[in-house]
Nanobody, 127 residues
Framework: QVQLVESGGGLVQAGGSLRLSCAGS????????MGWFRQAPGKGREFVSA????????NYADSVKGRFTASRDNAKNTVYLQMNSLKPEDTAVYYC????????????????????WGQGTQVTVSS
């Protein structure tokens, strides 16, 4: 059974940092791109970041570019999202997901190109 478990969320003041982790089990994800999405109350799912299977290519939403960094450790079947200079508008539930095999990385921003999702972790940034 495929499972993704996010961790590392919490409450932080504006300007602070958090590091999210997403650990996979049930299969290896080392040959798949991975993505991070978020959803704030009353809003739709929003692309945050994606990382290709080697970790050598990343993609970021404009709203987080320069502040967030995605990385992965394929030996641990885990991806990370380092979030710096957090803002109140970053408050949301953050989800990691595994991209569908064969999907072009240039479409990594589309949530419908992902097959497996974690349960999410809450990030709250206070002003």
């Amino acid at each position: 059974q495929v499972q993704l478990v996010e961790s590392g969320g919490g409450l932080v003041q504006a300007g602070g940092s958090l590091r999210l982790s997403c650990a996979g089990s049930g299969r290896t994800f080392s040959t798949y791109a991975m993505g991070w999405f978020r959803q704030a109350p009353g809003k739709g799912r929003e692309f945050v970041s994606a990382i290709n299977w080697t970790g050598g290519t990343t993609n970021y939403a404009d709203s987080v570019k320069g502040r967030f960094t995605a990385s992965r450790d394929n030996a641990k079947n885990t991806v990370y999202l380092q979030m710096n200079s957090l803002k109140p508008e970053d408050t949301a539930v953050y989800y990691c997901a595994v991209a569908r095999g064969g999907t072009s990385f240039r479409f990594s921003y589309r949530w419908d190109n992902y097959d497996y999702w974690g349960q999410g972790t809450q990030v709250t940034v206070s002003s």
